[in-house]
């Protein structure tokens, strides 16, 4: 993995840590932020940045790829951001919508 490569995931790791630790705080803490900060974490894990264009998006979860650890985990994230929106969270640019488009595109992959 190249230098740069290895800054990009360090990024996301990073990202994600954060998006993790505001799904800690209180629920009334995060209402605004919840819905937010889970679907974040699903499209970090379902963004493949390549080596050679570290600042490229390539195309999440390509036709060939199989469920995965990483997969696996982006699923959770994609389920708990519908959860919380059914739960009351807010939800006002409409993610629980994308998350569903999201399972979709991980199930008809997986097929």
């Known amino acids: 993995m190249r230098a740069d490569a290895k800054a990009i995931a360090a990024d996301r790791a990073a990202a994600v840590a954060q998006w993790q630790a505001l799904l800690d705080l209180p629920p009334a803490e995060r209402h605004y932020r919840s819905v937010w900060a889970s679907y974040m974490i699903a ?3 379902l963004t493949v940045r ?3 264009e ?3 998006q390539t195309a999440a979860v390509r036709a060939d ?3 995965t650890a990483r997969t696996a985990a982006a699923r959770a994230a994609l389920d708990r951001t519908q ?4 739960e009351g969270y807010a939800d006002s640019l409409g993610l629980a919508v994308e998350a569903a488009g999201w399972l979709g595109r991980l199930a008809l992959n997986e097929n």
């Open 50 to 52: 390549s080596a050679e």
């Open 65 to 67: 790829e199989r469920p």
């Open 43 to 45: 499209r970090s894990l």
């Open 83 to 86: 959860s919380l929106a059914a």
């Open 54 to 56: 570290p600042t490229s």
